[in-house]
């Protein structure tokens, strides 16, 4: 063996030595990241007023419905904008049984998630005939069908006036869940395990489909996959936990009427994916960024919610365009300052 060969062979083990300390310092700051998030969350009733409670617990209940957008927008490739239409069904599902005098929390939630994957699944032939555009106002008519149909099933729904909803309760015979901070740790908790459950999703096989079918649908199909089942199934799991999202709504707020369904839900719920790029972690940010933009930084403003809301939509719009361009200019500044180095060397 060369003394040349020792060296490539030696600078190798230093670069893959190097890159293995990179790798565990980034983990090590990942999960220390993520203690500290926890930690936050559960403590954070302690030290905020019942006002910001509220807001945070608004803000899971939307990164609940992120994370169904996120499935069928992120994964898919599909930007859906009747996600609220499946948190309706939910929500109804779970309002109706708790008016039964069924208020178990886990329970609800579970009825919920179940009513909206079956939504999911009656609705999916129709909706996922399409692509594109056309997809995105399909899915647009399904949520205002939902909304309307709510609207005017006045002996089930209540109509325009909406119903009113019991306490839910931890576990059978438990004290109603009344007080805001233990509203905001019941869905703390029950968004810790929908988010698990849709961490063991994207490990999955469907979801290496789901993201093959964003990009290339047509020779991911003439390879033999079965990319009409992949997509129905993603519909369905993502109604599932729109559907689970409505029951926390319920839980949280006690009242429900069709305004709750409204494109707006909808819409925030997609704008939060959008921000998140394709990422889970990152539609939860963006969704606690998006409520905290309405209610938080809008209230600040004097009431102009929806101008700070429109102004993040063009921010989400233009971030792309303007990163390329950046990205080109930073390409091109290094260039000419290699050239000029290069240069000066000569």
Same mark, same amino acid.
């Given at each position: 063996?060369?003394? /040349?060969?020792?060296?490539?062979? /030696?600078?190798? %083990?230093?670069?893959?030595?190097?890159?293995? !300390?990179?790798?565990?310092?980034?983990?090590?700051?990942?999960?220390?990241?993520?203690?500290?998030?926890?930690?936050?969350?559960?403590?954070?009733?302690?030290?905020?007023?019942?006002?910001?409670?509220?807001?945070?617990?608004?803000?899971?209940?939307?990164?609940?419905?992120?994370?169904? %957008?996120?499935?069928?927008?992120?994964?898919?490739?599909?930007?859906?904008?009747?996600?609220?239409?499946?948190?309706? #069904?939910?929500?109804?599902?779970?309002?109706?049984?708790?008016?039964?005098?069924?208020?178990?929390?886990?329970?609800?939630?579970?009825?919920?998630?179940?009513?909206?994957?079956?939504?999911?699944?009656? %609705?999916?032939?129709?909706?996922?005939?399409?692509?594109?555009? %056309?997809? &995105?106002?399909?899915?647009?008519?399904?949520?205002?069908?939902? !909304?309307?149909?709510? /609207?005017?099933?006045?002996?089930?729904?209540?109509?325009?006036?909406?119903?009113?909803?019991?306490?839910?309760?931890?576990?059978?015979?438990?004290?109603?869940?009344?007080?805001?901070?233990?509203?905001?740790?019941?869905?703390?908790?029950?968004?810790?395990?929908?988010?698990?459950?849709?961490?063991? &999703?994207? !490990?999955?096989?469907?979801?290496?489909?789901?993201?093959?079918?964003?990009?290339?649908?047509?020779?991911?199909?003439?390879?033999?996959?079965?990319?009409?089942?992949?997509?129905?199934?993603?519909? #369905?799991?993502?109604?599932?936990?729109?559907?689970?999202?409505?029951?926390?709504?319920?839980?949280?707020?006690?009242?429900?009427?069709?305004?709750?369904?409204?494109?707006?839900?909808?819409?925030?719920?997609?704008?939060?994916?959008?921000?998140?790029?394709?990422?889970?972690?990152?539609?939860?940010?963006?969704?606690?960024?998006?409520?905290?933009?309405?209610?938080?930084?809008?209230?600040?403003?004097?009431?102009?919610?929806?101008?700070?809301?429109?102004?993040?939509? &063009?921010? *989400?719009?233009?971030?792309?365009? #303007?990163?390329?361009?950046? !990205?080109?200019?930073?390409?091109?500044?290094?260039?000419?300052?290699?050239?000029? *180095?290069?240069?000066?060397?000569?």
């Amino acid at each position: 063996m060369t003394p /040349s060969t020792l060296v490539k062979q /030696s600078a190798g %083990t230093v670069a893959l030595q190097a890159a293995s !300390r990179g790798r565990a310092f980034r983990s090590t700051v990942a999960v220390t990241a993520a203690i500290a998030i926890v930690l936050g969350a559960l403590g954070l009733p302690a030290v905020v007023d019942a006002y910001t409670i509220s807001i945070a617990t608004t803000a899971l209940i939307l990164a609940t419905l992120a994370m169904s %957008t996120q499935i069928v927008t992120g994964l898919a490739g599909l930007p859906s904008l009747g996600q609220a239409a499946y948190l309706g #069904v939910g929500a109804y599902t779970a309002a109706l049984l708790a008016n039964t005098g069924l208020t178990l929390g886990p329970a609800l939630l579970a009825a919920a998630a179940v009513a909206g994957a079956a939504a999911a699944a009656v %609705t999916a032939p129709l909706v996922l005939r399409t692509r594109g555009t %056309t997809f &995105l106002m399909v899915t647009f008519a399904v949520g205002e069908l939902a !909304r309307t149909a709510a /609207s005017q099933a006045v002996t089930v729904t209540g109509g325009d006036d909406g119903i009113h909803v019991p306490p839910v309760t931890w576990w059978p015979g438990g004290a109603p869940l009344r007080a805001d901070g233990y509203l905001y740790l019941y869905v703390l908790g029950c968004f810790g395990v929908l988010a698990a459950a849709v961490a063991l &999703l994207l !490990r999955t096989r469907l979801a290496l489909v789901l993201r093959g079918a964003a990009d290339h649908e047509m020779r991911l199909g003439a390879l033999g996959h079965r990319v009409g089942a992949a997509l129905t199934a993603g519909w #369905v799991i993502a109604g599932a936990l729109a559907g689970a999202a409505g029951a926390l709504f319920v839980a949280a707020h006690r009242y429900l009427s069709p305004a709750d369904l409204g494109l707006d839900a909808s819409a925030l719920a997609l704008l939060a994916a959008a921000i998140g790029l394709g990422s889970m972690r990152g539609a939860v940010a963006g969704a606690v960024l998006v409520v905290a933009a309405r209610d938080l930084i809008g209230a600040e403003t004097g009431g102009h919610a929806l101008a700070v809301l429109g102004l993040v939509f &063009l921010l *989400v719009a233009y971030r792309q365009p #303007v990163t390329r361009r950046l !990205r080109s200019l930073v390409g091109h500044l290094e260039h000419r300052l290699a050239g000029i *180095v290069a240069g000066g060397r000569r």
